[in-house]
């Protein structure tokens, strides 16, 4: 198959899309003007705008992630907040206790943990405030980095994070405590988890990338924080991977992703 982005090109070998490429042999094309199959709306940004490129190919054309233009930490949680009925964001200047403070915008990792409630001086508006989501009792925070491929989760990673202890000042960082083993979703997310995980995504307009979502380990709740519709995962300098376990997870995902084309390429 031949692909076209725009605005920009996955460049970078660490993006997933390019080992599934890669494993695909598919081709990517430079221009418009060029043959192709579909399209693919690419652009590191947290907030983004179709250009009238985009918007004309989409008329004959299938444009993954075109509708996918805020990914926003708040537009994530307002999303989630729609389907599930809760949230993980507070008021830092009512709520009680420790909290997470972190960037709205994507990308942006990490957080600093903080004691509320704070002064309205002290309020960031360029941040987000989430409660602090316990998630497992083996002294680090256990996420789940779920890939969504038109409709389909072929399989979700399991990433620890170092446990800052609860301590007011103290940045999370993603720190790897064992090898990455990929799971089956259905391992991780019953059934009526995956259908509002799907409906989530459709109302995000969000085709394909990758969800960092949480589970509480007191209410069992689920919260998806994070939408990435640029994910890098394969880095080559990622030590966590068991070389069995990495081919496997490239060649689920590229199987996955090109049987979804398929069917999409075909209607």
Known sequence: MKIYFSPDCPKLQDYSIVAMIHYLGYTVVKSADEEFDFAYMW???????????????????????????????????QVWQDICGYSSLIDPCQYQGKALKKSDANGKGGGEIIDCPISLDELDTDCVYQSYIETSGIGAQLEYRLPYILG???LVFEVLKDDPENVPGRRIQLQYKRSISPRQS????????????????QQLGFDIGE????????????????????????????????????????????QCWEQQLLKMLSL
Not at 43 to 53: L, N, W, Y
Not at 186 to 201: K, L, T, Y
Not at 239 to 246: G, S, V
């Open 152 to 154: 389909r989760m072929p």
């Open 43 to 77: 652009e590191d940004a947290t907030k983004t705008i179709p250009s009238e490129e985009l918007l004309n190919i989409a008329r004959h054309k299938k444009v993954l992630n075109l509708h996918c233009n805020d990914i926003s930490k708040r537009k994530v949680d």
């Open 186 to 201: 259905s391992d991780v997310f019953n059934a009526g988890e995956c259908e509002q995980i799907i409906c989530f995504c």
């Open 211 to 254: 969800l960092d979502i949480l589970r509480c380990r007191h209410s069992n709740r689920l919260y998806i924080i994070d939408a990435n519709t640029t994910p890098t995962y394969f880095n080559m300098f990622n030590r966590y991977w068991r070389t069995d376990d990495k081919r496997m997870a490239i060649h689920t995902l590229a």
